[in-house]
């Protein structure tokens, strides 16, 4: 069965750090580019970040509100992917979701559905 | 950067067609991809590449895009399928990133 578990999430003060996982099984993760998402309380769908396979230099992608605080990185000997976030704040409190991306191009030559999602981990920034 | 627009709510009685927007400038251009998500859960993609279904997903979904707007029809509306609904693109402008539209909450009568 194809799944992605989301690990490591918690309550943090502002300024804090945290470091999220999420386990992949079930299919070649080392195949496949990988996003986070996130999504604050009663509030849409965020995407974080993505990072690339290794035919695509792991290179990674980041949304604005995130550059310079959040790192993705990946171990594809664990099959893990791993999100790094620091200086955090009130606002990046959300539930943040894993999803695999497909492998297929779209119309901008980007791989862009994701197709696996994860349950999700909170994370909750507070003093 | 870019904008997808969706209506904030769709309500529609049993057995009818709902139909979910998203707008976008030239979003036709674009591949557009659409996830339900209902209380609680994660999302679920159910159209892809415009107007593809996943295996699993019923033949009640069904997606076109053209121009500026890119559109989800639900036939023949069951009660599960009151969620939230997303459209999705990727931006490859200089500043590529993935883009969501703000959800459309789907109300079953």
């Given at each position: 069965e194809v799944q992605l578990v989301e690990s490591g999430g918690g309550l943090v003060q502002p300024g804090g750090s945290l470091r999220l996982s999420c386990a992949a099984s079930?299919?070649?993760?080392?195949d496949h580019y990988m996003d986070w998402v996130r999504q604050a309380p009663g509030k849409g769908l965020e995407w974080v970040g993505r990072t690339r396979n290794k035919a695509n230099s792991y290179t990674t992608e980041y949304a604005a509100s995130v550059k310079g605080r959040f790192t993705i990185s990946r171990d594809d000997s664990k099959n893990s992917l791993y999100l790094q976030m620091n200086?955090?704040?009130?606002?990046?409190t959300a539930v943040y979701y894993c999803a695999r991306v497909g492998l297929d191009y779209d119309s901008s030559g980007e791989q862009s559905l994701m197709d696996v999602w994860g349950k999700g981990t909170t994370v909750t920034v507070s003093s | 950067s870019y904008v997808l627009t969706q209506p904030p709510s769709v309500s529609v009685a049993p057995g009818k067609t709902a139909r979910i927007t998203c707008g976008g400038n030239n979003i036709g251009s674009k591949s557009v991809h659409w996830y339900q998500q209902k209380p609680g859960q994660a999302p679920v993609l159910v159209i892809y590449y415009d107007s593809d279904r996943p295996s699993g997903i019923p033949e009640r979904f069904s997606g076109s895009n053209s121009g500026n707007t890119a559109t989800l029809t639900i036939s023949?509306?069951?009660?599960?399928?009151?969620a939230d609904y997303y459209c999705q693109v990727w931006?490859?402008?200089?500043?590529?990133h993935v883009v969501f539209g703000g959800g459309t909450k789907l109300t079953v009568l």
């Open positions: 079930g299919f070649t993760f080392s200086s955090l704040k009130t606002e990046d | 023949r509306v069951e009660a599960g399928d009151e931006d490859s402008s200089s500043d590529r």
